[in-house]
């Protein structure tokens, strides 16, 4: 599958099979964010895998509430993983509060996308979720008091019915520009 394929064959992922997630795709996985790029080679993160049906069941009614029900679907999903932004080197602490940037986040957030582009390239779909009880899960999962969670990401083989969408995205005329705002 070339880059362009593999782009357009990702897709946010609301409904899943009951199959189990491989061992051997999860640590693939895993080598994905390893090799992504950081800040430095900061390498800000930590994963935590949540594939255990009843934690990751008490994780999942973590990201919505009655009143917000959007990510109901992660109940569903046999995998969920839990992005957590590790305190980066000295030299990106120190840039970044010169700069004024988030360095970790941004760190996450190429780290998160590497994590996607290889499920899909081994035909798992995924959806990134940025909304949660990060006390919640932080306690449920015995994260330190001082790690954040970046993101959560549910991962899983997409349902039968789940086919593959036409992306709406904006025309590059509208997102880009050349030698000038």
């Known amino acids: 599958m070339t880059f362009t394929e593999l782009m357009n064959t990702r897709q946010s992922v609301r409904r899943y099979q009951e199959r189990p997630v491989e061992v051997e795709k999860l640590e693939t996985l895993i080598e994905a964010v390893r090799l992504s790029p950081s800040a430095s080679n900061s390498q800000p993160w930590k994963l935590v895998v949540v594939n255990d049906a009843e934690l990751r069941g008490r994780v999942a009614r973590a990201t919505f509430s009655k009143a917000l029900a959007f990510n109901q679907f992660s109940l569903a999903a046999p995998v969920i993983v839990v992005f957590c932004v590790e305190k980066a080197g000295l030299v990106t ?19 998160a996308a590497h994590f996607c582009l290889q499920a899909a390239e081994l035909g798992l779909g995924t959806c990134m979720l940025g909304w ?41 005329g509208l997102i880009s520009r050349f030698n000038r705002y």
Do not use: M
């Not at 010169?98 to 970790?104: A, E, G, I, V």
């Open 93 to 111: 602490q120190v840039g970044g509060l010169l700069k004024k940037r988030q360095f970790s986040l941004i760190d996450i957030g190429i780290a």
């Open 132 to 172: 949660f009880d990060e006390k919640k899960i932080k306690q449920l999962l015995g994260i330190p008091r001082g790690t954040r969670i970046g993101l959560l990401v549910t991962l899983g083989y997409a349902a039968p019915d789940d086919r593959l969408r036409e992306k709406s995205r904006n025309s590059p």
